[in-house]
């Protein structure tokens, strides 16, 4: 998108959610059981994506060993609390800008073993995101009985017309290993 609208960013901030539920473990239905990582991008590393993968890696290996997974679960605990406008000011100064350049997760399996709620049939199930400051945007992925599904939420605005048809045609694309 940043083609699209003629502008060069200097680096792209990516949270990535970390699941803090034990795998198999039911949790609650409600509330936010994840911690963040935050990984910086610089756009040359975007031009190759065996490059750019290495480079994500290389963050999360190291941002697990630095204890970055407790410290973000922490972090997210403490601030709850805290007005939205100061939680984002403490997350940008890190990277002296915007909160993120996107968003996105994959919740793997939702609701796993649940066949009603309030005694009516569960038909799907998806992960609904707030939609962060900036960019504005999230797509979250998860899988309900062996479906993959794709939320998008987003602020008015923060996509044109032709750039919303643009990015639904992407994903699509790298959904089913096409070209777009």
């Avoid at 910086?40 to 290495?54: K, S």
């Avoid at 400051?133 to 794709?150: C, D, H, K, Q, Y």
């Avoid at 939420?153 to 996509?159: D, I, M």
């Amino acid at each position: 998108m940043y083609q699209l609208r003629g502008t060069d960013p200097q680096s792209f901030v990516v949270p990535l959610p970390v699941n803090l539920r034990t795998k198999g473990s039911g949790g609650d239905l409600f509330g936010t059981h994840v911690s963040l990582l935050w990984f910086q991008v610089f756009p040359d590393a975007c031009a190759d994506l065996d490059a750019l993968l290495t480079e994500l890696k290389a963050q999360r290996l190291a941002s697990i060993k630095e204890g970055m997974v407790e410290a973000g679960s922490a972090a997210m605990d403490y601030a709850r609390w805290l007005p939205q406008r100061f939680y984002a000011g403490m997350a940008r100064r890190e990277f002296a800008g915007e909160l993120c350049s996107f968003f996105f997760g994959f919740t793997d399996e939702f609701l796993a073993g649940m066949d009603t709620f309030l005694g009516a049939p569960i038909l799907n199930g998806f992960h609904s995101p707030s939609v962060p400051p900036s960019p504005g945007s999230a797509t979250i992925f998860s899988i309900r009985e062996g479906r993959l599904n794709a939320t998008h939420v987003r602020q008015a605005g923060v996509f044109s017309g032709f750039e919303l048809v643009r990015f639904q045609q992407r994903l699509r694309a790298d959904l089913v290993g096409e070209d777009a």
